[in-house]
Nanobody, 119 residues
Framework: QVHLVQSGGGLVQAGNSLRLSCAAPGGNFRNYIMGWFRQAPGKEREFVAAINWSGASTTYADSVKGRFTISRDNAKNTMYLQMNSLKPEDTAVYYC????????????WGQGTQVTVSS
């Protein structure tokens, strides 16, 4: 497993932006697919976005496509989620995670960070 440390998040008004960060202080980051997930109150955790090891390939949930951008800086062992045009329905705890084998199974998770979007 890899230790993932999240930062960012907070309370914003609808239409505004936030950026989340996910760092791997101990390394063991650059060779793997990384992803963002979120869990809203009373709902199951859902996929948000993923990025391959080089950053050249990304995928997004339909609900965030065109508004969120996932990126990574392997030199800094850090991944980002830029969230623009936020909506109240984006309110959730956001988690970053690592897919070690590329099979869609995420084996290491960040501590989670709250994002609250007010209307």
């Amino acid at each position: 497993q890899v230790h993932l440390v999240q930062s960012g998040g907070g309370l914003v008004q609808a239409g505004n932006s936030l950026r989340l960060s996910c760092a791997a202080p101990g390394g063991n980051f650059r060779n793997y697919i990384m992803g963002w997930f979120r869990q809203a109150p009373g709902k199951e955790r859902e996929f948000v976005a993923a990025i391959n090891w080089s950053g050249a390939s990304t995928t997004y949930a339909d609900s965030v496509k065109g508004r969120f951008t996932i990126s990574r800086d392997n030199a800094k062992n850090t991944m980002y989620l830029q969230m623009n045009s936020l909506k109240p329905e984006d309110t959730a705890v956001y988690y970053c995670a690592r897919d070690r084998t590329g099979s869609g199974v995420y084996d290491s998770w960040g501590q989670g960070t709250q994002v609250t979007v007010s209307s």
